[in-house]
Nanobody, 124 residues
Framework: QVQLVESGGGLVQAGGSLRLSCAAS????????VGWFRQAPGKEREFVAA????????YYADSVKGRFTISRDNAKNTVYLQMNSLKPEDTAVYYC?????????????????WGQGTQVTVSS
């Protein structure tokens, strides 16, 4: 069983940066692939970024490539999403996800475990 808690969201101006964190519990978390999804008002939840268990393989949505970086610290059971050059269209609730199958890294398919989400608002 894995529990995920996101933090780090907030209000930022366009062009600014934020770093989201996702703290995980569970002895086996370090073997899970992890990822971030987001959901804007009136839109479906969409894939943002994913990382395999060791941190050696990543997968990004085209809309965030070159601007966002996903990373993890398995010693701290924490996943990060560094977001730079933020745009108003990045405004959404951001969710952390954990996936035992690693399909999230291959295809952006969500795993079974979700956090509660953290709001990111980018003003123009």
């Amino acid at each position: 069983q894995v529990q995920l808690v996101e933090s780090g969201g907030g209000l930022v101006q366009a062009g600014g940066s934020l770093r989201l964190s996702c703290a995980a519990s569970g002895r086996t978390f370090r073997f899970y692939a992890v990822g971030w999804f987001r959901q804007a008002p009136g839109k479906e939840r969409e894939f943002v970024a994913a990382l395999n268990w060791s941190g050696s393989s990543t997968y990004y949505a085209d809309s965030v490539k070159g601007r966002f970086t996903i990373s993890r610290d398995n010693a701290k059971n924490t996943v990060y999403l560094q977001m730079n050059s933020l745009k108003p269209e990045d405004t959404a609730v951001y969710y952390c996800n954990a996936d035992a199958s690693h399909a999230i890294v291959a295809r952006g398919t969500a795993g079974n475990y979700w956090g509660q989400g953290t709001q990111v608002t980018v003003s123009s």
